[in-house]
């Protein structure tokens, strides 16, 4: 799970730096109003950009078990997390309902 919490920045950070020529190739590729050639260079393009720009790729990670399913944006921590350290007094605002 280590490995999660250590690729993420870095895939983050790839995506963050395409950002601006990734939606602009999408969008050249997906108008109705350009021609076939400029949509068929924007495709391959996008091809060549590989799969570290997509943001699709980005996944919510638990910042302290890299846990990828249960996780509170707020917090950016896992449900399992959010439960121990509510029981703990840990996080501000949070007790334990029962």
């Known amino acids: 799970?280590?490995?999660f919490?250590?690729?993420d920045p870095n895939l983050r950070r790839s995506i963050f730096?395409?950002?601006?020529?990734?939606i602009a190739l999408k969008?050249?590729?997906n108008s109705l109003l350009s021609d076939a050639d400029s949509r068929?260079?924007?495709s391959i393009e996008l091809s060549k950009l590989?799969?570290?720009?997509?943001p699709t790729k980005a996944r919510n990670r638990c910042?302290?078990?890299?846990?990828s399913r249960g996780v509170y944006n707020f917090f950016k921590i896992s449900r399992l997390m959010i439960k121990d350290l509510a029981s703990k007094g840990l996080?501000?605002?949070?007790k334990k309902a029962s």
């Open 50 to 54: 590989g799969p570290l720009a997509s």
């Open 27 to 29: 969008t050249i590729r």
């Open 63 to 67: 910042v302290l078990t890299g846990r």
């Open 1 to 3: 799970m280590k490995k």
């Open 91 to 94: 996080l501000p605002g949070l």
């Open 5 to 7: 919490i250590q690729k």
């Open 17 to 22: 730096k395409y950002e601006d020529q990734f």
């Open 40 to 42: 068929l260079s924007a």
